[in-house]
């Protein structure tokens, strides 16, 4: 059975492998750097619906899909499906999951969603539980625009701190299988509040909590960051990251170039006009389900800690003049237990 | 790390938008925008439309450039780069105007593309008639002499 470390992190004492994973992207993903990695990139952004949230839903479905395909798998050996995504009362991931008709968890912890679904899904199969459940998150640029922001035809300039949502669903395959890699740890994220109130500055309200995360890893696991070959936050991009690494050292944990983030790898900001990088719940899930994935079976990258963050604000709460809380879920990914 | 402390190092570290450029880049759209207005003005008035009229047949053609510069998807790449100087001008009204109503549409006519087309719009229309009432009462009670 897991077992608790210190205040936050749980061990997982079975093994949990990720067997597969299935990344579906936009175009405008498909032209980044990450490309290569992904199963499927749309030429169009609507994925052949008639709006962009049921768009979503429908990459959701392309996404589980090609993820039950890659492992060999029929819909009925999934246990259960773990997923969570951005829009109102989690319709992006229920309108997707709905036709597998499998049971069924949704989540929210906002952009962090697949750190969460990958956390309770290692605990269910840990637990003896299921033995094969899919964890999975996603998101839409313009379905995420249309609901947080402002109307995509609307002639405004972004702000140079802004980033950009990415579009696109990833899933992963946990199984109770012996062949790695394997989920070894789950540090659950607080919800962390330093006041920002610039919903256009998403890197910095959520730069607190990943290093809050961080460090509490750090601290139940007693491992020190060159433990990792990678650590990898979800969508702080360049602004987030670099604050958080400077939170980091403040805390006593000094980072280095191993420290990175998905919003950073997932877009060439040169050339994609992305500002401060990548963001949204398919940030970190496609990064981790195309190259993350990738790198561990290749084994250039054996031990990494993978930390998505999410911002926990609304639109109301924002018009309501609150600051955005932020969260981060860390999980410990390692080719060998 | 506090909290204060914290903010002034995202400050530090939170690029500010380009100023000095974004400015002139308004200055010029903005000023083009205006230019075109005043030949539109010109030319109404050339085919002997008195002052008032021509004025607001200058306004209905530029709203008309506005909406349909924004279906077809070109407001949005003008602003990008004009900020101010495309959102002033009354064809960036007409675009907060119908750049909800395109993204609503899917909701259907009457709770999207009605309610919603004021999103953005609705608060100049409330505010501006508000401020209109209270100068239209300085003016009855001062009998004009205080404007």
């Known amino acids: 059975m897991a077992k608790r470390l210190g205040e936050q992190t749980i061990k997982i004492d079975n093994p949990v492998s990720i067997i597969n994973t ?5 175009p405008k993903e498909g032209q980044g750097p990450l490309a290569r990695y992904f199963d499927v990139v749309l030429d169009d952004i609507l994925h052949g619906c008639e709006s962009w949230e049921k768009a979503e839903s429908k990459i959701v479905e392309t996404a589980l899909n090609k993820v039950i395909e890659k492992a060999d798998l029929s819909s009925r050996d999934i246990d259960i499906i773990i997923a969570g995504d951005l829009l109102d009362q989690n319709t992006g991931s229920t309108f997707g999951v709905m036709h597998l008709n499998r049971p069924f968890w949704g989540i929210f912890s906002a952009c962090s969603n697949i750190g969460q679904a990958m956390s309770i899904g290692a605990l269910t199969i840990d637990s003896g539980a299921a033995e094969k459940i899919i964890a999975g998150a996603s998101s839409h640029f313009c379905s ?24 696109g669903s990833g899933c992963t395959i946990l199984s109770n299988s012996q062949d790695g890699p394997f989920i070894t740890h789950a ?65 006593g944990y000094q980072l280095d170039d191993t420290y990175t983030d998905c919003g950073i790898k997932i877009f060439d900001k040169a050339k994609q006009d992305t500002h401060s990088g990548g963001s949204g719940c398919a940030c970190s899930a496609v990064t981790f389900a195309g190259y993350l994935f990738n790198a561990l079976k290749e084994q250039t990258l054996n031990k990494i800690l993978f930390v998505p ?27 060998t237990r | 790390m506090e909290k204060t402390k914290y903010q002034e190092l995202v400050n530090e570290l939170s690029p500010n938008s380009k100023i000095i450029s974004n400015t002139l880049k308004a200055f ?61 001008p009354i064809t960036g009204f007409a675009n907060a105007v119908a750049s909800p109503a395109i993204e609503f549409k899917k909701e259907g006519h009457i709770m999207g593309v009605g309610a919603r087309m004021f999103i953005l719009a609705g608060p100049v229309i409330v505010f501006g008639t508000f401020t209109s009432m209270i100068v239209g009462v300085f003016y009855y009670f001062s009998k004009g002499g205080l404007l």
């Open chain 1, 22 to 26: 299935a990344s579906v992207v936009g």
């Open chain 1, 144 to 167: 995420a625009e249309k609901q947080f922001r402002t109307p995509l035809e609307l002639g405004n300039q972004r702000a140079p701190t802004s980033t950009w949502t990415v579009t």
């Open chain 1, 187 to 251: 540090t659950v994220g607080k919800i962390v509040d330093f006041g920002v109130v610039d919903a256009a500055n998403m890197g910095a309200a959520m730069a607190p909590a990943a290093a809050d995360t961080i460090a509490a890893h750090f601290r139940d696991t007693r491992r020190e960051p060159s433990y990792y070959d990678l650590i990898i936050t979800g969508d702080l991009g360049y602004i987030g990251r670099e604050l958080a690494f400077r939170l980091m050292g403040d805390k």
């Open chain 1, 309 to 335: 963050t999410g911002a926990l604000l609304s639109p109301t709460s924002s018009q309501q003049g609150q600051s955005i809380p932020g969260i981060a879920h860390a999980v410990a990914i390692e080719n």
């Open chain 2, 28 to 88: 010029l759209i903005g000023g083009l925008f205006s230019i075109g207005g005043q030949f539109i003005l010109n030319t109404f008035k050339s085919a002997g439309i008195a002052q008032d009229s021509a004025a607001t047949y200058t306004s209905i053609v530029l709203i008309f450039i506005g909406v349909l510069l924004t279906g077809l998807g070109l407001y949005q790449r003008i602003g990008k780069f004009a900020g101010a100087g495309s959102a002033v």
